[in-house]
């Protein structure tokens, strides 16, 4: 993720913040389950569940910001550029193979970070556009209905074992991609591979090979 903040902080306690950043993962899945009101429209987005993890993270280790670092903070994530692999390796597949992204994000967010990193989908799903966050099986029967296809032509693909599982859970395809740089800290990503799973890849150069694109 690149982000900048200009304004200087104090500098929080280095030794606690990969142990308590954990923490603050599991709750964001937690709350995208919960957070449609059942009429198709989600009660707040992303970026709001986001600025709320930050907020709650900066009042635990006595970080000082203006509320325009917050934002600049809280965006950066907009701004996410590929894994060296993910580029050539989705060229390859696409080739062979229609190309969807299915993400919790915002259709515009979505859209502008395809943009920056020439990113080669044939279409774009998001929650907003079913008015549910993953896991929620909405999304993905969603994605399958604008497709065109059986849950079963369709191989979800994610480094996130909770999304891969809903999706199977509905007859879809998997794969998974380990990526061990995700939080920084390899220790603090699940990067073992399952039988569980249809594939299992090191990155999308690998995940292409063993599709055979």
């Not at 986001?50 to 701004?79: F, K, N, P, Q, V």
Request: aromatic share 8%; net charge neutral; hydrophobic share 40%.
């Amino acid at each position: 993720m690149r982000g900048q903040c200009h304004q200087p902080a104090r500098r929080p306690r280095r030794d606690r913040i990969p142990h308590r950043t954990r923490h603050h993962r599991n709750p964001r899945r937690t709350l995208t389950a919960e957070l449609s009101d059942g009429s198709g429209r989600l009660r707040c987005t992303v970026h709001s569940i986001y600025r709320a993890g930050l907020d709650e993270l900066l009042g635990e280790y006595g970080i000082e910001l203006t509320e325009a670092s917050r934002e600049e903070l809280t965006a950066s994530w907009r701004e996410l550029a590929p894994w060296p692999d993910t580029v050539p390796g989705l060229h390859r597949l696409r080739e062979h193979f229609v190309l969807a992204t299915l993400s919790n994000a915002d259709v515009s967010s979505v859209v502008n970070i395809t943009a920056r990193g020439d990113l080669p989908w044939h279409a774009v799903f998001t929650a907003e556009m079913v008015g549910a966050f993953k896991p929620d099986p909405a999304c993905y029967l969603l994605a399958a209905r604008y497709l065109g296809l059986a849950p079963d032509r369709i191989m979800m693909v994610a480094s996130h074992k909770y999304d891969i599982r809903a999706a199977a859970s509905l007859g879809l395809r998997t794969a998974f991609v380990a990526r061990p740089r995700e939080f920084g800290d390899p220790a603090l990503a699940d990067t073992e591979f399952s039988d569980e799973f249809d594939i299992n890849a090191r990155d999308f150069l690998d995940l292409a090979d063993q599709l055979g694109a």
